[in-house]
């Protein structure tokens, strides 16, 4: 099918229908990925109206991310990482409910909300940003900015007005049919501010608001992800990088690859720390160090699984060092790995923690025998029949046995190698009332057995009459 069968028939000035924009859309991908030659036909076809149009027509150049959800929704959330392209998708989204067709057609919606964290923001980010709505609207349906009033205004007659989340009360008494809501979870009155929107957001048949947020673990954004009218997108700061410096994403790489943090503000990814959690987000990304040092002893903890064969299962397997010369308050533990593996029989995972012994040079591997009790060692020796060995016992619970353990990574002396993202989230959900995740913490409990062996044991030891080294 050629270029000039599929082009669309725009009026200079006009917008293209929703039937022309599905026509533009469902041929971007096959001229996105055409030979020069192909993309500077359909270009030359194209005529000065339709030419002038391409560059705002976001549906046919946004990534799927960008784009609203179908369906009935009250709240679209678009989390995602540093420069992912959310705040343009904010925009885009404000433009297509107060747009209509032609610059003076009204549009779905007429009575916007652009809230922000301070007025400041809404204005230099949400308004005036390069990526805000005056960038993103053609010049025949941009709106005028009137300063005094802090609003803009559209050809159509559609107004947005601005809002701070430092004045909940602010929002109290204007009423609006949608809103564009940026950054929620750092606003300091978060929860106070979208409750007074959400009392406002009640002309049309169907108020929206679109969320443009980096996740963070604070309770409004986990209430409204968790609401059945909400819908969620979501993108790394890499799927956009085409519109970013590569210096920019090669030293963020090269900096918070394998962090917390990276994973929440590169990759958008919601870390939940539980209340009253024994670890912190904070703590653990103070304790990361990016080369392992020089250890006294190495382990690999073992947490089997309680059943074999399940997908489900997993058995924590986690690499741990000590560097314990002098008495016990100068020694520090470092995580090294967690190499837990999941779905495998008692054979698999055994080969697993000693493979992992082997490529860290490890002097012990440590299983807890509560759930299998000899037969865990026996399927360690049938791999290994000379690996050092030690079966541990629980006699106290899982948090009883974790406080010790905590109280260690307060006192700052115990340290993250990078790549344990699965393992600190099992610790951010351990709390003094227990487990706050689904299914067990079988990396947490593995990690609990590596440090009781490389510290507190050993501590305990020292500190017997008579007894000055291990």
């Not at 192909?38 to 046919?60: I, K, T």
């Not at 392992?292 to 060092?321: F, H, K, Q, Y």
């Not at 002098?326 to 470092?334: D, K, L, S, T």
């Not at 079966?391 to 899982?398: D, I, L, N, Q, S």
Request: aromatic share 6%.
């Amino acid at each position: 099918m050629t270029a000039e069968t599929n082009k669309p028939e725009l009026r200079e000035g006009d917008m293209p229908s929703t039937s022309t924009k599905r026509g533009l859309i469902s041929g971007a991908s096959l001229i996105g990925s055409a030979v020069p030659s192909v993309q500077e036909s359909f270009l030359n076809e194209l005529d000065e109206g339709e030419l002038r149009a391409l560059p705002y027509l976001f549906d046919f150049w946004a990534m799927p991310h960008q784009l609203p959800p179908e369906g009935l929704w009250r709240s679209w959330v678009i989390m995602g990482g540093r420069g992912a392209g959310k705040t343009r998708a904010g925009a885009e989204w404000v433009r297509s409910v107060v747009e209509g067709s032609r610059p003076l057609d009204k549009g779905q919606c007429a009575r916007v909300a652009l809230v922000g964290e301070t007025i400041e923001q809404v204005r230099e980010v949400m308004i005036f940003g390069d990526s805000g709505i005056l960038a993103c609207s053609p010049a025949d349906r941009r709106p005028d900015w009137e300063a005094t009033r802090k609003r803009l205004v559209w050809p159509n007659g559609a107004i947005a007005t601005v809002h701070s989340a430092h004045d909940p009360e602010g929002l109290r008494g204007p009423q609006f049919d949608a809103a564009w809501v940026d950054e929620i979870a750092k606003w300091k009155k978060a929860q106070e501010a979208w409750d007074m929107l959400q009392f406002a957001l009640r002309l049309g048949d169907q108020p929206q608001v679109c969320v443009t947020t980096t996740p963070r673990n604070v309770g409004v954004l986990k209430a409204l992800l968790a609401s059945p009218s909400t819908v969620v997108t979501h993108a790394p700061t890499e799927a956009n990088r085409a519109n970013l410096a590569a210096s920019f994403l090669e030293e963020v790489r090269a900096r918070y690859r394998g962090t917390r943090l990276g994973r929440q503000e590169l990759d958008g990814v919601l870390l939940a720390d539980a209340e009253g959690a024994l670890w912190t987000s904070e703590m653990l990304e103070g304790c990361r160090v990016r080369e392992m040092p020089a250890l006294d002893r190495i382990v690999v903890a073992v947490d089997p699984a309680t059943t074999s064969g399940n997908s489900s299962d997993e058995c924590g397997i986690v690499v741990a060092g000590v560097q314990c010369s002098g008495p016990p308050q100068e020694w520090r533990a470092f995580v090294l790995a967690d190499c837990t593996v999941a779905g495998m029989g008692p054979s698999g995972w055994a080969r697993a923690a000693i493979s992992a012994m082997e490529r860290f040079g490890a002097d012990r591997l440590v299983a807890e025998v509560n759930q299998g009790g000899q037969m865990v060692q026996e399927v360690i020796r049938q791999v290994d029949p000379l690996v050092p060995y030690k079966g541990v016992h629980a006699t106290r619970g899982k948090v009883a046995r974790a406080e010790p353990v905590a109280a260690l990574y307060e006192q700052g002396r115990v340290s993250h190698m990078t790549q344990l993202d699965d393992l600190e989230d099992q610790m951010c959900r351990m709390t003094r009332q227990g487990y706050e995740g689904g299914g067990s913490p079988d990396r947490v409990d593995a990690l609990v057995w590596a440090l009781h062996e490389l510290m507190i044991e050993p501590a305990a030891k020292w500190r017997q009459p008579g007894v000055r080294s291990l």
